[in-house]
C-alpha cells in the first residue's frame, strides 16, 4: 500500500516540473519515474518501475558513481554532483546544436523519509547541457580573443616568417589551449604540402611532422581547404589526409591565401568535440586571414630588401669598378707623365740656360733684354709645371715622417685661406692617431682640396673640416672604396657651394679637366690629379661626393701609425728587455726571428723542434737563467708540435709564457689559443710591430 500512495504522490507532484525525478527503494529498486525522465530517456514509467537502477544503469558503477546513492540510502546523507566535475549520473543523449551528446547533469541525492527512518532515496536531475557548453564556449572564445591580441603582437614584431609562424603555433597550443597547430605551405607549381612549423606532439599528424616531410593532399579536408581556398571541419568520420586520419580526431583547416591564390593552410587539432562552432570559426578565420596577409607582408618586404640589396651591390661594384678603373688610368698616367717631365727639363733646362746666357750679354735698357725677361719668367713658370708631372709621376718619392696630423691639418687649413672670403671650422678627434707623411706634398693636397672648396664659394662662407680615427675590416668596409683592411684617419673636407655636376664626378681626377677657366690665374684641371697621385703613394685614397646646389664633401683616407705608442709602453712598463725562445722547424725563420728580436731588444735563442725546446728550457730554469717567453710553430713536421709541447712545458713551468705561431690561422689552437695554455697568437706571416705588440702584451701583463 505504501509504494502505491508513493507512486501517485510522486506522479501528482513531480509530473509538472521541469526536473527529472526518481525514487528509489531501500534496495535500490525503481519506485518512481515522472514525465521528465519518461519524456527524454524514451522510457515509460511502466516499463523501468520495479527495477533495481544499477542492473538497468550499469554505468553508475563503472563510472563510480554508486557510491554517492548508497551512503545517501545508508547514512542518510545528501550528496550534490556539479556537471562540471561528474558530467552525469544518468545517461541521456540528447541533441544539441543538431549534434548528438550526451546531457550534462546536475544531480541533487537526497534521503527519502517516513517517520524517523530512511526508506529509500529521491535523485532529482536538472538539465545543464546548454548552459555548461555555453560557459565552455564562452570561456574557449575569450582565450580565443586573448590569443588573437597576442597573435597580432607577434605579427607586428616578427622579423622573418619562420619566427612569425612558429610563434602563432606556440600561441594557439599553449595560451589559446588547442592539443596541436602547425602551418604547411604549398610549392608553387605542386600539389605538395610542406609543414614549415608546428607546436605540440609531433606525431599527432604521422607522415607530415618531419621537418622537410612532403604529403600530397588531392583527398580529405585538407586537400579540399588548399584546392576551394575555404575553411573545413574534419570529424573522426571524415577523412583529414590519407593514411593518417588514424591519428586525427578533429581539427580544422583554414587556408592561407594570397589574393585568389592559396598559398598553404593552418591547421588546428582538438580532442575535444563540438569546439570548431561558428563563433569560434568565425575568430580563427580571422586569425589566418592576418596570417595570410602578414606572410604576405614579409615575403613583400624580402623582396624589396633584396631588390635594394642587388641595387646596393650594383651601384657599389660600378664605384669600385670605377675607381679600378681610375687607378689604372692615373698609373698609366703616372709613366707618361714622368717621361714627359724628365724630356721636358733636359729641353728646359737647354732654353733657359741659353736665354740666361742671352740675356747676360743684352743692354738692360734694350728692348730684346725685356722680351728675354718675359721669356725667363715663362720658364719659371713651365718648370713649376713639370714639378706637379714628377708629383704626378711614380719618379718623386715622398719622404715620410711621422707625426701629429691634427695640428698640421689646421695650421695648412688656416695658411690656404688666409686672405680669402671663406671661414674654416675644424672638428678634430681630441684622440686622432699619428700619420706617416710628406710635409711638402701633403701641404699640396690641402692646399689644392681647400682651393677647390673656396671656388665653389664666390660669395665667400665656410668650410668645415672633419678628422676621426676609423677601424677598416671585411665587417666595417666603406661605401665607393677598394680600402684595404687596418686604422685610418679619416679627414673630410666639406662645403656648401654650388656642388659638381653628376656627369662630371667620374673624371674629376682626370688631368687638365676643370670646370673653371683654364689658365695659369684660374686653374690648370691637375689639382685633384696630383692629389689622388700624393694620396696613393701615402698608402692613401681620396673620394668625392657632391650635389648641385648642396656642396662637396672630400674624404681623404691615411693608414694610422702606431709604432711609437708601442715603445712608449715598453720604456715605461718593461725596465727588462727579455729572453725568448723560439722553436720552428724552418731554418730561415729561426734566423730571421733571432734578427728581429735583437733588433727589438731581446735577447733570443733558436730550437728546431718541441723536444729541444723542453730540454732548453729546463736547462734555463736549472740555470736560474729561465727564459721570460716561448714562440712555439703549431706544426713540425715529423716531430712535436706547439700543442703538445706547450703541455710538456706546462708541466714543468706552470706560469710559462708561451705564444703559438702558425700560419693556419683558422685552426682551433690559434682561434682559442687560451684553452691550450698558450698566453698569445701570432699568426704568419706577420709584421715586425705584431710581434713586438704581442711579446709586450704577454710580458707587461704577467708583470704589472
Known amino acids: 500500500m505504501k509504494h502505491i500512495e508513493i507512486s501517485e504522490l510522486g506522479k501528482i507532484l513531480t509530473d509538472g516540473l521541469a526536473l527529472g525525478i526518481i525514487f528509489l527503494s531501500k534496495d535500490y529498486r525503481i519506485i518512481g519515474w515522472n514525465y521528465w525522465m519518461e519524456k527524454h530517456s524514451g522510457i515509460r514509467a511502466s516499463d523501468i518501475v520495479g527495477q533495481n537502477i ?384 710628406d710635409e711638402g706634398q701633403m701641404r699640396q693636397v690641402f692646399n689644392n682640396v681647400i682651393a677647390n672648396a673656396c671656388d665653389s664659394l664666390p660669395e665667400g662662407g665656410t668650410v668645415q673640416i672633419y678628422a676621426e680615427n676609423i677601424s677598416v675590416s671585411a665587417g666595417k668596409p666603406v661605401p665607393g672604396v677598394m680600402i684595404q683592411d687596418g686604422k685610418y684617419v679619416r679627414i673630410v673636407i666639406r662645403d656648401q657651394g654650388i656642388g659638381i655636376p653628376q656627369k662630371y664626378l667620374s673624371v674629376i681626377f682626370d688631368p687638365y679637366f676643370s670646370t673653371k677657366e683654364t689658365g695659369i690665374q684660374k686653374g690648370t684641371g691637375l689639382g685633384l690629379t696630383v692629389a689622388y697621385s700624393i694620396l696613393e703613394k701615402h698608402g692613401g685614397y681620396i673620394r668625392v661626393t657632391s650635389e648641385e646646389g648642396i656642396g662637396t664633401d672630400v674624404c681623404i683616407y691615411l693608414p694610422a701609425f702606431e709604432p711609437e705608442i708601442i715603445r712608449k709602453k715598453r720604456e715605461e712598463m718593461l725596465p727588462f728587455k727579455g729572453k725568448i725562445l723560439v722553436m720552428d722547424d724552418e731554418k730561415m725563420i729561426c734566423e730571421l726571428l733571432k734578427k728581429v728580436l735583437k733588433r727589438l731588444g731581446y735577447k733570443a735563442e733558436t730550437v728546431r723542434s718541441g723536444f729541444q725546446a723542453i730540454e732548453l728550457y729546463k736547462k734555463a730554469m736549472n740555470s736560474g737563467d729561465p727564459f721570460d717567453a716561448v714562440i712555439l710553430d703549431l706544426t713540425v713536421r715529423g716531430g712535436m708540435g706547439g700543442e703538445e709541447t706547450i703541455r710538456k712545458l706546462m708541466e714543468t713551468d706552470r706560469n710559462v709564457r708561451a705564444i703559438i705561431s702558425s700560419g693556419y690561422s683558422n685552426d682551433p689552437v690559434m682561434r682559442h689559443y687560451a684553452r691550450y695554455g698558450f698566453r698569445g697568437a701570432i699568426p704568419k706571416p706577420c709584421q715586425i710591430r705584431e710581434l713586438d705588440n704581442a711579446l709586450c702584451s704577454v710580458l707587461i701583463t704577467d708583470n704589472q
Open 54 to 437: 544499477f542492473d538497468k544503469y550499469p554505468d553508475i558503477r563503472k563510472r563510480d558513481k554508486e557510491k554517492y546513492i548508497t551512503a545517501c540510502v545508508e547514512s542518510g546523507i545528501p550528496f550534490l554532483l556539479s556537471p562540471l566535475l561528474h558530467h552525469y549520473l544518468i545517461p541521456i543523449d540528447i541533441i544539441n546544436k543538431k549534434n548528438k551528446t550526451q546531457m550534462l547533469q546536475y544531480v541533487r541525492i537526497y534521503p527519502f523519509r517516513d517517520h524517523d527512518s530512511t526508506v529509500g532515496a529521491v535523485i532529482i536531475i536538472r538539465d545543464m547541457t546548454e548552459q555548461v557548453l555555453h560557459e565552455k564556449e564562452i570561456f574557449r572564445l575569450s582565450r580565443v580573443l586573448k590569443g588573437i591580441r597576442d597573435i597580432h603582437k607577434q605579427m607586428i614584431g616578427a622579423e622573418s616568417e619562420e619566427a612569425l609562424l612558429a610563434g602563432v603555433c606556440k600561441i594557439i597550443v599553449e595560451d589559446i589551449g588547442y592539443e596541436f597547430s602547425w602551418v604547411g605551405l604549398t610549392e608553387e607549381g605542386t600539389s605538395v604540402l610542406r609543414q614549415v612549423s608546428w607546436t605540440g606532439d609531433r606525431y599527432t599528424i604521422k607522415g607530415l611532422n618531419a621537418e622537410g616531410s612532403e604529403a600530397e593532399f588531392k583527398k580529405g579536408i585538407l586537400g579540399s581547404a588548399i584546392k576551394t581556398g575555404k575553411t573545413q571541419v574534419f570529424e573522426r568520420s571524415q577523412e583529414y589526409v590519407p593514411d593518417i586520419s588514424r591519428t586525427c580526431n578533429f581539427a580544422c583547416s583554414l587556408p592561407l591565401t594570397n589574393g585568389n591564390h592559396t598559398i598553404g593552410s593552418l591547421d588546428i587539432h582538438s580532442g575535444e568535440e563540438n569546439v570548431f562552432q561558428r563563433e569560434e570559426l568565425k575568430l580563427l578565420e580571422e586569425v589566418a586571414s592576418d596570417l595570410s596577409f602578414a606572410i604576405n607582408t614579409l615575403r613583400d618586404r624580402q623582396k624589396q630588401q633584396e631588390a635594394e640589396k642587388k641595387l646596393r651591390e650594383s651601384e657599389e661594384r660600378i664605384r669600385l669598378t670605377n675607381q679600378l678603373q681610375q687607378s689604372q688610368k692615373m698609373e698609366a698616367i703616372a709613366r707618361l707623365a714622368g717621361g714627359i717631365a724628365h724630356d721636358f727639363n733636359n729641353l728646359l733646362a737647354i732654353i733657359l740656360g741659353n736665354i740666361q746666357l742671352a740675356e747676360m750679354d743684352s743692354d738692360p735698357d734694350d728692348r730684346i733684354y725685356e722680351n728675354l725677361s718675359g721669356a725667363l719668367q715663362g720658364c719659371i713658370r713651365a718648370k713649376h709645371l713639370t714639378k706637379q708631372f714628377l708629383t704626378l709621376s711614380k719618379g718623386e718619392s715622398p719622404v715620410m715622417k711621422t707625426g701629429a696630423f691634427g695640428n698640421f691639418i689646421q695650421e695648412t687649413a688656416d695658411l690656404a685661406l688666409a686672405g680669402s672670403n671663406v671661414s674654416c671650422e675644424f672638428f678634430i678627434a681630441d684622440n686622432l692617431l699619428p700619420v706617416r707623411f
